[in-house]
């Protein structure tokens, strides 16, 4: 079993920045995929950004390219989200995943996932 907690949330202006953390705990596994997801109000959720083990390997949805950030520490079992210039768009929970491939990881099918964290952009 694989706990996430989330952090890092909350309320922020048009074009500020934000750091999403998620500690994991319990058992961790080498070949891990990490990422985030983000849902919105009255929509689906959707994948943000994931990150491999070694971190050699990255892939962020279209609308957040160039603007968000996902690196992870493994000595520390964290995973980060760097988000800049953040846009009202953004507005969302935030969620953590963890997946053994990349590609369920990008379609949801994770094996755990966090609780969640509110970012909230402000116009």
């Known amino acids: 079993q694989v706990q996430l907690v989330e952090s890092g949330g909350g309320l922020v202006q048009a074009g500020a920045s934000l750091r999403l953390s998620c500690a994991a705990s319990?058992?961790?596994?080498?070949?891990?995929?990490m990422g985030w997801f983000r849902q919105a109000p009255g929509k689906d959720r959707e994948f943000v950004a994931t990150i491999s083990w070694s971190g050699g390997y990255t892939q962020y949805a279209d609308s957040v390219k160039g603007r968000y950030v996902i690196s992870r520490d493994n000595a520390k079992n964290t995973v980060y989200l760097q988000m800049n210039s953040l846009k009202p768009e953004d507005t969302a929970v935030y969620y953590c995943?963890?997946?053994?491939?990349?590609?369920?990881?990008?379609?949801?099918?994770?094996?755990?996932w966090g609780q969640g964290t509110q970012v909230t952009v402000s116009s």
């Open positions: 319990g058992r961790t596994f080498s070949s891990a995929y």
């Open positions: 995943a963890a997946s053994s491939t990349a590609t369920s990881m990008i379609r949801g099918r994770c094996e755990y």
